[in-house]
């Protein structure tokens, strides 16, 4: 499942701004070419500020028993 959609349909995830206003955060999509593992896209997801711009990566932490031991 696409992490954005899981983070977006759990969180609603806001940016606040100097003025002391809050503005939603949207789904920033990545491309079929930005599957990467490296990237952890089946964990991450970037979201976008709709008023400034502004990007944050929320990243979804493995459960303990799927975290790859040492």
């Known amino acids: 499942m696409d992490p954005q959609l899981r983070i977006s349909e759990t969180f609603r995830i806001e940016h606040r701004h100097r003025d002391g206003s809050w503005t939603p955060l949207e789904p920033l999509h990545h491309g079929e070419a930005d599957h990467d593992a490296e990237r952890s896209w089946l964990r991450r ?3 976008r500020c709709t008023h400034c711009e502004q990007q944050v ?4 932490e493995p459960l303990q028993s799927e975290a790859p031991t040492p």
Do not use: M
Not at 57 to 60: E, K, Q, S
């Open 45 to 47: 997801g970037i979201f």
């Open 57 to 60: 990566a929320v990243t979804i």
